[in-house]
Nanobody, 126 residues
Framework: QVQLVESGGGLVLPGGALRLSCAAS????????TAWFRQAPGKGREFVAA????????YYADSVKGRFTVSRDNAKNTVHLQMNGLQPDDTAVYYC???????????????????WGQGTQVTVSS
């Protein structure tokens, strides 16, 4: 049974930073494609960042490019999302998702991922 558990969310001031973690069991993330999505209040879920199996290929939404970085710790079977320069518009529930079979051209699409975590709340506010 595949389980993804996100952690690291919280309340942060504008301009601050957080590091989210997505710990996996039942699946080896180094053999899977993993993405982060987020859902703000009253909005649909949107793509944030993704990492392919190889870890040499990463993808980011334009809104977070240059501020967020996705990385993976194979020893801990965990994917991280380092978020710097956080702004109130980054407030959302952040979800990680993973699937070994993801079409590259659709790596930012929710439907590509079978396995999802429960989400972690990130609030950016003064």
């Amino acid at each position: 049974q595949v389980q993804l558990v996100e952690s690291g969310g919280g309340l942060v001031l504008p301009g601050g930073a957080l590091r989210l973690s997505c710990a996996a069991s039942g699946i080896t993330l180094s053999r899977s494609n993993t993405a982060w999505f987020r859902q703000a209040p009253g909005k649909g879920r949107e793509f944030v960042a993704a990492m392919r199996q190889s870890a040499t290929h990463t993808y980011y939404a334009d809104s977070v490019k240059g501020r967020f970085t996705v990385s993976r710790d194979n020893a801990k079977n965990t994917v991280h999302l380092q978020m710097n320069g956080l702004q109130p518009d980054d407030t959302a529930v952040y979800y990680c998702a993973t699937d070994a079979s993801v079409i590259l051209s659709s790596i930012g699409r929710e439907a590509q991922y079978r396995y999802w975590g429960q989400g972690t709340q990130v609030t950016v506010s003064s």
